[in-house]
């Protein structure tokens, strides 16, 4: 069973930079190159939207307007390793950042993605 671990949230001033990674847990010998990834974000009181998608081979990105031109997502098959570059963060960005695969078809919808990392704090203040 797949489980999934994210990293990298911090405290970051606006206009700063950040990376987050999604990876498969030690527990687990599935890999993440089989699947499409999602990173979602979640601010208090705001419903989870979705912010950037990668697909299984890497070859094809989608974004949130929110963060098209600011954010970047990646991933390294070899290290079983998903990447999302912040850049010229701002306090919206803000939140509880979350990786998901397991979705029939990569979407911005969070309830189309089945299974679910235990989510990153970033927090964007000065």
């Known amino acids: 069973h797949l489980q999934l671990v994210e990293s990298g949230g911090g405290l970051v001033q606006p206009g700063g930079s950040l990376i987050v990674s999604c990876s498969a847990s030690?527990?687990?010998?599935?890999?993440?190159?089989?699947?499409?990834v999602g990173w979602f974000r979640q601010a208090p009181l705001r419903e989870r939207e979705g912010v950037a998608l990668?697909?299984?081979?890497?070859?094809?990105?989608w974004y949130a307007d929110s963060v098209r031109g600011r954010f970047t997502i990646s991933r390294d098959n070899a290290k079983n390793t998903i990447y999302l570059h912040m850049e010229k963060l701002n306090p919206e960005d803000s939140g509880v950042y979350y990786c998901?695969?397991?979705?029939?078809?990569?979407?911005?919808?969070?309830?189309?993605?089945?299974?679910w990392g235990q989510g990153t704090q970033v927090t964007v203040s000065s």
């Open positions: 990668i697909s299984s081979y890497g070859d094809t990105t």
């Open positions: 998901a695969t397991g979705a029939p078809t990569p979407t911005m919808r969070p309830d189309e993605w089945a299974i």
């Open positions: 030690e527990s687990t010998t599935d890999r993440l190159d089989h699947y499409a």
